[in-house]
């Protein structure tokens, strides 16, 4: 997506460690109206899949989500990302694995808002190793809802997420797909 | 604000140590076309007022927020909750105490999203001790913005946040404001 690609060029900060910094306008600062193309160019792709609930997960997920609930006009769920590991309670549990940070965290998704009557968008802004998406597939699977695809803002696609989870047969249509990227300005895309 | 009032007497559950359940429509699951009705109502009250910028926190904030804006056409920024004291970067950081979970918590504010130029409206979907609110507060004052005022989605109005934040000087706009309830099914609201 032209539109994503260029602010991500204008706006973006490569760091060290492999690190993209967005926040002016994806994850901490969010340019809603970006969000809302973005939303619409999911729409066009996903049209006619009989989507009816958004799934992502907190919290950089949720604003990218929202908007595009009100575009296919369906509700979203968050999965909520918890370190207790015995509350209580009907909720669907799995865990996810944080590159960035080195850790593990649990995450969690009521038994009342996920199941086998619904057709998911899973949604997030980034795509790496995939662990987060991982995560929300295996929550979808508990619940017997149907995966019909995900919308990613940014995939390094230089990193093993998508074509791993590509090869366990997800749909993913990722709106900028990074080829490599450095800390001296280059960047690439896939188009 | 009607629709809200009667969603969350249809859907709310009330539950032991005054917890008010909503998370089938606004903190988990999310109903994306009442966050506009609710964004629309904000708009109508704030016209006028100059507004440029949304300030939440996250997470459950972030949806109302990312709604919000849109209406508003401007963008969002939410404030990021942290445990970690010695996080290096230019960041306003303040600490919230958390009655709900007995526990204090920093959030912080990237130094480049908040500044003297804005013209701010809090968004968050509850306010009862007023704790998360008078910490954007403290943030916007860092960064010498101007908080024009606050929107908050459901108020229990009979704990303490709201009078002293009036008292301080603020204007908040409580979509749904609760006089009392209880676990029998009782709820009133102060309309």
């Known amino acids: 997506m032209r539109m994503l690609e260029e602010r991500i060029l204008r706006d973006g900060i490569v760091m060290e460690k492999d690190v993209l910094k967005v926040d002016s306008f994806l994850n901490h600062q969010m340019d809603v109206s970006l969000f809302r193309a973005m939303a619409e160019e999911w729409y066009h792709l ?37 370190k207790t590991r015995n509350i209580a309670g009907d909720v669907y549990r799995t865990q996810v694995q944080s590159f960035t940070h080195n850790t593990c965290y649990d995450v969690i998704v009521s038994k009342r808002f996920l199941g086998p009557g619904d057709r998911l968008l899973l949604v997030d802004d980034f795509l790496a190793n995939g662990a987060a998406l991982s995560g929300l597939m295996d929550l979808s699977d508990m619940a017997g809802a149907q995966v019909i695809g995900a919308g990613i803002a940014i995939e ?32 690439e895309f896939i188009s």
């Open 156 to 187: 390094k696609a230089y990193q093993p997420g998508g074509r791993l989870l590509r090869e366990r047969g997800l749909r993913i249509e990722s709106l900028a797909r990074i080829a490599r990227m450095d800390e001296n300005g280059t960047m």
């Open 46 to 82: 996903y049209a006619d899949c009989g989507i009816n609930k958004i799934l992502t997960i907190e919290a950089s997920g949720i604003g990218i989500a929202c908007i595009t609930a009100l575009v296919f006009q369906c509700p979203v769920v968050f999965a909520k990302k918890t």
